[in-house]
């Protein structure tokens, strides 16, 4: 099936002396799929969201609505943002605080110039999408800010737009409206079959909301998968770091078989198990990346430890309520490990043997991973 969305080595660069704000940038989405741009402010989320939109013009590439080119550097089509059938919502509500809110739904549709009674059928339907099919005669400025973004959203909806795009569209709500919107945007959504492109910053909204996420950074789109490989499968310690890896260990892999390798820490602990990154060859110098809800204490010494076990100590415990967070001495270093649960098993001093599950161990050429990281925090 033919994409509803593709983005084709897209670029953008505002200006001669400046690094491009987007940088090579491809990806497609599947109708009715939603993706997701995650990053940090100012890694190009949202040029690339406005250059789809039509409110930016690239400085090259091609983007795709459909079968149809709605902007192709080479052969010169930039189809109008109006013209390109798109909704959009934003971080700011953009409604009309003077009109009613069946008014500020209705304006898209009369601006098209369709009849009063369909405008009035449609407008009652957005309205019983986004659940404010009570409020209909509501002067917009008596609402709440979760309520205003609904009438935003259901006004991107009323003319059945091909894609709706979405850029930080849940910022200036409160964290509780928030996390209700959050769920509600994705039913809607998925409801009516559209395809979405939805820009954020924060990583659970991401994997809440989207069924892939591209990870964005300086431009450029790193990795674009289902949250899951994201998590399990990160493509290098950007990625990994911007999902919550806080453990990193510094290494050289000394052996490998297949896609796993034997790593020696640096000061000579170990050697761990690890699954190899992409571009991490033998004897190279790599940091490894483990969550720290991915480790395993055992509190019974097992009598023999298995490649992936190890000895180690708990230096601090920090009980969060719903979970405790152990600060473990081992191999030489000191890793962060969180367990689930009301009940924190071990005190200070406790003696535990720790699991570092191979396939939960990322390696990444170290100098990258070092780098990044710090830009990460
Ligand atoms: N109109 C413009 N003129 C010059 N530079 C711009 C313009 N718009 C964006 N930029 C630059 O392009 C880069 C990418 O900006 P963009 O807004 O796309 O980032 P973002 O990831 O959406 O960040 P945020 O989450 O803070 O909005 C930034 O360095 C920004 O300063």
Redesign the pocket.
């Known amino acids: 099936m033919a994409a509803a969305l593709a983005v084709n080595h897209l670029w953008k660069s ?1 200006g001669s002396g400046l690094r491009p ?1 987007v940088r090579d940038v491809s990806f497609a989405a599947a109708p009715g799929e939603i993706i997701v741009l995650l ?1 940090p ?7 690339t969201l406005r250059m789809v939109a039509g409110l930016e013009q690239p400085t090259d590439g091609t983007i795709l609505i459909g079968t149809e080119a709605a902007y192709d550097s080479k052969q010169r089509i930039n189809v109008a943002p109006q013209h390109r059938q798109i909704g959009m919502v934003f971080q700011s509500y953009a409604v009309w605080p003077h009109m009613s809110v069946a008014k500020n739904v209705a304006y898209p549709l009369a601006r098209r110039g369709l009849g009063r009674a369909e405008i009035a059928r449609k407008v009652e339907e957005a309205l019983a999408l986004v659940g404010l099919e009570d409020y209909l005669d509501r002067s917009v400025s008596s609402l709440s800010g979760g309520q205003m973004q609904r009438v935003a959203l259901a006004r991107a909806l009323v003319y059945e737009p091909r894609i709706i795009l979405l850029d930080e569209p849940l910022s200036n709500l409160d964290a509780k409206l928030r996390l209700r919107l959050r769920d509600d945007l994705r039913t809607i959504i998925k409801k009516l079959g559209l395809t979405a492109l939805y ?1 954020t ?1 924060d990583q659970e909204e991401a994997v809440v909301i989207g069924d892939r996420i591209g990870v ?1 950074k300086d431009g450029e789109l790193l990795q674009m998968s289902a949250a899951a490989d994201l998590y399990n499968r990160p493509a290098d310690a950007f990625v990994a770091h911007f999902t919550g890896v806080t453990n990193m260990l510094q290494g050289r892999v000394r052996s490998r078989s297949g896609g796993t390798a034997s790593i020696e820490l640096s000061g000579g602990a170990g050697p761990i198990l690890a699954t190899l990154g992409k571009d991490v060859a033998d004897g190279e110098a790599v940091s490894v990346g483990i969550r720290p809800e991915n480790i395993r204490l055992l509190d019974t010494p097992p009598s023999s430890l298995e490649p992936d076990q190890h000895r180690a100590r708990v230096v601090e415990r920090r009980f969060h309520g719903g979970q405790s967070v152990y600060r473990v001495a081992v191999l030489g270093t000191e890793l962060d490990v969180v367990e689930l649960g009301t009940m924190p098993r071990f005190d200070q001093g406790h003696e535990v043997t720790l699991t570092l599950p191979a396939d939960l161990c990322w390696s990444f050429p170290a100098e990258a991973s070092t780098d990044r990281r710090i830009e990460a925090v």
């Open positions: 505002f704000a990053g402010s100012g890694c190009g989320k949202t040029t820009v910053h964005m």
